[in-house]
């Protein structure tokens, strides 16, 4: 079975400050890994993706994802925080042989971008 | 492209009235999906239908029924709403790649209060 654990439920920062929100998953396969984005009172927009290509992974809005087998680990990075940040950030994880059809999320990490 | 569009955007129930979810994809997605979304829960997946006549329950089915109407649609019913069932809903729709899960879209959500 697949899981994934956000560990921080609530992350601030300072403008201008790294960002690193953190991701661990489990599975028993080669798994494909996502990070998502919320913006308050709306749905869910993919961030990027990693899907057994190159293990650094770069999306949109300057944010970028490592992932490292050795670890289980697929943080979520930023060098420099901007106000416009500020949102709800999930990662999930999808794996050939667990039920079909489905992401498995973590709880979200809450991300503050203090001015 | 509206990519993935639900209606309605608001509802308030009272406790044992019905009400359907509509979601529809104009993506020519085969998988469709429905989530709830509660505070320090993450999503929650409550069904989802891997292609056209066929639905599979996800981890919360109870007190939701699903109708795969065509390629597009997607509904979800709850035929006697409860109080526990105040909650944030929103569909996503995607495709397989390498026998898993791909990128899910995201709808805008329907926030739903049952009194």
């Known amino acids: 079975a697949q899981s994934v654990t956000q560990l921080g439920s609530h992350v601030s920062v300072s403008e201008g400050a790294l960002v690193l929100l953190r991701c661990n998953y489990s599975s028993s396969v080669p798994p494909y890994l996502f990070w998502y984005v919320q913006y308050p009172n709306q749905g869910l927009q993919l961030l990027l993706k990693?899907?057994?290509?190159?293990?650094l992974v770069k999306g949109i809005n300057g944010f970028e994802a490592e992932f490292k087998k050795s670890e289980t680990s697929f943080h979520l990075t930023k060098p420099s925080a901007h106000m416009s940040d500020a949102a709800e950030y999930f990662c999930a994880v999808s794996a050939r042989g667990g039920s079909q059809g489905n992401l498995i999320f973590g709880k979200g990490t809450k991300l503050s971008v203090k001015p | 492209n509206a990519g993935v569009t639900q209606t309605p955007k608001f509802q308030v129930l009272k406790t044992g009235q019905s009400m359907t979810l509509q979601c529809a994809q104009d993506?020519?997605?085969?998988?469709m999906y429905w989530y709830r979304q509660d505070p320090g829960m993450g999503l929650r997946l409550i069904y989802y239908?891997?292609?056209?006549?066929?639905?599979d329950k996800g981890e919360v089915p109870n007190g939701y029924n699903v109708s795969r109407l065509n390629k597009r649609e997607f509904s979800l019913r709850l035929e006697s709403a409860a109080p526990s069932q105040t909650s944030v809903y929103f569909c996503?729709?995607?495709?397989?790649?390498?026998?898993?899960?791909?990128?899910?879209?995201f709808g805008p959500g329907t926030r739903l209060t049952v009194l």
């Open positions: 993506m020519n997605h085969n998988s």
């Open positions: 996503a729709s995607s495709e397989l790649a390498g026998g898993r899960t791909d990128t899910q879209y």
């Open positions: 990693y899907t057994s290509a190159a293990t």
């Open positions: 239908s891997a292609s056209e006549g066929t639905t």
